[in-house]
């Protein structure tokens, strides 16, 4: 089936509404995880494959980091690309609800840029991991990944490192 031409602009400048109930949406959205998604766990895995061990949501640290290494004082953070703005194509904005969406993006980076400086003042190394370093076109290659945590946690003296699919920050 395609539309007639003189329909087109106007169907195609129309929102999509959502099909669910808000009682179904707020559902849909609680169901979405932050402990134990498939990146932290293919990291941890990988990290306990290497010998090192460690704690998990720390609750005496700020933003309660995914991987804790107390021995090292370092902590490390596995960011999903969209929830905290990273930017690659994976941080897309929702086309309903604008503004709300950009105001809760907007208070979680400003939120996660006080837990990186909190932390920094108690003396902990942070680690960043973006979620596109392990999924899609521009992920790295898992050994070279673990390799570069790795090495972050025992060796660096850098008190920040970011992983993204597109370079490393320091």
Same mark, same amino acid.
């Given at each position: 089936?395609?539309?007639?031409?003189?329909?087109?602009?106007?169907?195609?400048e129309?929102?999509?509404?959502d099909?669910?109930t808000p009682e179904?949406?707020?559902?849909?959205?609680?169901?979405?995880?932050?402990? @134990? *998604?498939?990146?932290? #766990?293919?990291? =941890?895995?990988?990290?306990?494959?290497?010998?090192?061990?460690y704690?998990?949501?720390?609750?005496s640290?700020?933003?309660?980091?995914?991987?804790?290494?107390p021995?090292?004082?370092?902590?490390?953070?596995?960011?999903?690309?969209?929830?905290?703005?990273?930017?690659?194509?994976?941080a897309?904005?929702?086309?309903?609800?604008?503004?709300?969406?950009?105001?809760k993006?907007?208070?979680?980076?400003?939120?996660?840029?006080?837990i990186i @400086? *909190?932390l920094?003042? #108690?003396?902990? =190394?942070v680690?960043?991991?973006?979620?596109?370093?392990?999924?899609?076109?521009?992920?790295w290659?898992?050994c070279l990944?673990?390799?570069?945590?790795?090495?972050?946690?025992?060796?660096?003296?850098?008190?920040?490192?970011?992983?993204?699919?597109?370079?490393?920050?320091?």
């Amino acid at each position: 089936f395609q539309y007639p031409t003189l329909l087109l602009p106007y169907i195609m400048e129309q929102k999509m509404t959502d099909i669910l109930t808000p009682e179904q949406r707020h559902r849909a959205m609680s169901n979405v995880k932050n402990r @134990n *998604t498939k990146p932290e #766990l293919k990291i =941890r895995k990988g990290l306990h494959s290497y010998g090192l061990r460690y704690r998990m949501y720390d609750r005496s640290l700020p933003g309660k980091p995914d991987i804790v290494f107390p021995q090292y004082k370092v902590a490390i953070f596995i960011h999903g690309c969209f929830w905290h703005r990273h930017t690659c194509s994976r941080a897309t904005m929702p086309a309903t609800r604008v503004s709300f969406w950009t105001e809760k993006f907007t208070k979680n980076v400003e939120r996660d840029k006080i837990i990186i @400086n *909190t932390l920094f003042l #108690l003396g902990w =190394r942070v680690l960043i991991v973006w979620e596109c370093t392990l999924i899609g076109k521009g992920k790295w290659p898992f050994c070279l990944l673990l390799d570069t945590i790795a090495g972050f946690i025992l060796t660096s003296s850098t008190s920040y490192l970011e992983l993204s699919n597109r370079n490393i920050i320091c």
